[in-house]
């Protein structure tokens, strides 16, 4: 397999996903504006360095309303040609696309230190996948090639793994009651589905050990090559899927869905030893 197209495979779904998230920012932007669940002037007292007399002149010029919109343009002007290398797979566009990850990668770090509520795991798989595409794209070697990407395949594995055991050492998870707590809330769930799982305890309780068992067992699965790979991606896809339309939590499915290619690469990796 070759690396580049592995990773413009990545970019597909990476630069959908970096897209969707600049223009919700711009259709929100007031809550940007001081004033809003984002103003600057408030969450600048979360990080000393961001009112560090040195550098909060330059941090605000680059984080206040409007300026920050600044950083969604950019993110979504690089997203676009992120998605054009990945679509027309032209090979003068692999250069300025591997630069248009860098610049993604710096926007949205730019935007996690300013935004510092709300970040979630799709907020760091993002970044992940932008340093394996970046490198992947600009370093001639193929074997740093393959290493850039191996980097992210496993850092999606470590991902799932990690909240498997998260959540198989929860009492909440293990008696079944974390999934009908989740959904009956407004902000992260559907309270429908939340009361039914309520009346239905053994339904609940099967759902939340299908997802404790299905994360920690991504890690181990990968030793058997391909075969588990797309066994991993087909029911991460639903998962994430499930999750974006249940929670409202979309930027999973992109992000995640961005480091899937690489998790194939991997598999041919191990198949190969």
């Known amino acids: 397999m070759n690396p580049q197209e592995v990773a413009l495979w990545c970019a597909l779904p990476l630069a959908i996903g970096i897209s969707i998230d ?21 969450l600048a007292t979360g990080r000393p360095m961001l009112v560090d007399p040195r550098l909060a002149p330059v941090f605000a010029g680059i984080f206040r309303y409007p300026a920050v919109l600044g950083l969604a343009a950019v993110q979504l002007g690089a997203a676009s ?28 770090t730019l935007l996690n230190l300013r935004n510092q509520l709300g970040l979630d795991g799709s907020d760091q798989m993002s970044l992940v996948v932008c340093v394996g595409v970046a490198v992947a794209l600009l370093v001639p070697d193929r074997g740093a090639q393959a290493v850039a990407l191996g ?4 850092q999606l594995l470590l991902s ?24 009956s809330t407004v902000g992260f769930g559907l309270p429908p589905l939340g009361a039914f799982l309520h009346r239905h305890p053994r339904l609940a309780l099967a759902a939340c050990w299908s997802v404790i068992v299905l994360e920690c067992a991504a890690l181990p699965a990968i030793l058997l090559g391909t075969p588990a790979a797309l066994a991993i991606i087909g029911i991460g896809l639903c998962f994430h899927l499930s999750v974006a339309v249940l929670m409202g939590l979309n930027g999973f499915l992109w992000s995640f869905a961005a480091a899937y290619p690489a998790l194939l690469l991997l598999a041919h990796a ?4």
């Open 22 to 42: 600049a223009l919700q920012m711009i259709a929100t932007r007031g809550q940007l504006a001081e004033g809003g669940l984002f103003g600057y002037r408030v």
């Open 81 to 108: 040609l992120l998605l054009a290398a990945a679509t027309l797979r032209a090979p003068e566009l692999v250069v300025p696309a591997g630069i248009a990850a860098v610049v993604i990668l710096t926007s949205r």
């Open 151 to 154: 980097y992210v395949a496993l």
């Open 160 to 183: 799932y793994s990690v909240a498997g055991i998260a959540k198989a050492v929860s009492p909440a998870w293990r008696s079944g009651s974390a999934m009908p707590n989740i959904m």
């Open 270 to 273: 191990v198949e190969s030893v």
